[in-house]
C-alpha cells in the first residue's frame, strides 16, 4: 500500500462558506477521498492548525507520499516542520505540491529559488498534456479543460524541471509549466498548479486521475534514513 498524507492549511474552508459549499470535507478531505478510491492507496490528512501541523516524525516516517495544499499562511508554518519535511524527501518520500503550493517553505527550500509566478482571478484554463509516456500522464486525454480557474502564467521561477508533463493555457493568452517534476536526493516531486480554492477543480474527473496518478509515481521504492550515501566498507576484490 501507498501511504499518503493530504496536508491542507485549511482557512479558507473554515472561514468562507462558498469555500466550504464545494469542499464540505476541506480540500484534503476531497482529495483524500478520490486517492482512497485506489486499492493501493491508503490516505490520511493533516493541517496547519493541529500540533506540529499534524507532521510529527512519526507521520513523515509513515508518509510514502505527502501532498501539499497551502494559500495564504505559509508563514504560519514552522521553520522546524518545513526543514524535517525537506529532509524526509531527500530521503526519499515523494511530495506533491498544488496550487498555491508553490510558496510553500518546503517545496522553496527543495527548489532554491523564489518560485514566484504571474496570477490572476477566473480564467478558463486548458490543460495540455505534453509527456504522454510519462506515468503521471497514464490515461489522461491530449488536453482538457476546467471552466473557471485561477490564472497562472510564466514567468515561473523555478528551477529547469527534470520533466514537463503538462502545460497550461489560459484564454487571457498566458500560458504555464502545469505540471513539472524534479528529484531531490533520493525523493521525487511533482508540482500540479490547478486548484483555485474557490473552483471545484478537485472534482474534475482527469484532476484527480493526474493526483492519482503523480502519487503512484512519487512513492519511493526504498526509504533511508540518512542523507547522501551512507559510509560502507570497501569490497572485497
Ligand atoms: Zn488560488
Known amino acids: 500500500m501507498i501511504r499518503v498524507t493530504v496536508w491542507n492549511e485549511n482557512v479558507h474552508e473554515r472561514e468562507h462558506q462558498g469555500v466550504r459549499d464545494i469542499y464540505p470535507d476541506g480540500i484534503h478531505g476531497c482529495i483524500a477521498k478520490f486517492l482512497e478510491l485506489d486499492e493501493e492507496i491508503v490516505a490520511k490528512t493533516a493541517t496547519l ?18 501532498i501539499w495544499w497551502a494559500h495564504c499562511h505559509h508563514h504560519e508554518v514552522s521553520d522546524e516542520i518545513a526543514k524535517k519535511v525537506q529532509q524526509a524527501v531527500l530521503k526519499g518520500m515523494g511530495l506533491i505540491v498544488l496550487h498555491s503550493g508553490h510558496l510553500c517553505k ?12 504571474k ?24 488536453q482538457f479543460e ?10 515561473f521561477d523555478i528551477p529547469n524541471p527534470d520533466e514537463v508533463v503538462f502545460l497550461g493555457w489560459f484564454k487571457g493568452g498566458e500560458v504555464f509549466r502545469s505540471g513539472v517534476t524534479f528529484t531531490r536526493g533520493r525523493g521525487r516531486i ?13 472534482h ?14 512519487a512513492a519511493p521504492t526504498c526509504r533511508i534514513d540518512e542523507i547522501g550515501c551512507p559510509n ?3 569490497l572485497e576484490k
Request: aromatic content about 12%.
Open 232 to 234: 560502507t566498507q570497501p
Open 49 to 66: 492548525e493541529m500540533p506540529s501541523h499534524g507532521l510529527t516524525d512519526e507521520v513523515l516516517e509513515n508518509t510514502d507520499v505527502l
Open 146 to 155: 476546467i471552466p473557471v480557474e485561477e490564472m497562472y502564467g510564466e514567468f
Open 190 to 202: 511533482f508540482y500540479f498548479q490547478p486548484g483555485h480554492e474557490w473552483n471545484p477543480t478537485y
Open 204 to 217: 474534475i474527473e482527469p484532476v484527480q486521475k493526474i493526483i492519482t496518478n503523480a502519487v503512484k509515481w
Open 106 to 117: 518546503p517545496f522553496t527550500l527543495l527548489m532554491g529559488t523564489s518560485c514566484t509566478l
Open 119 to 142: 496570477w490572476r482571478d477566473n480564467d478558463r484554463e486548458r490543460v495540455w498534456c505534453c509527456n504522454p509516456g510519462h506515468p503521471i500522464a497514464k490515461a489522461i486525454p491530449e
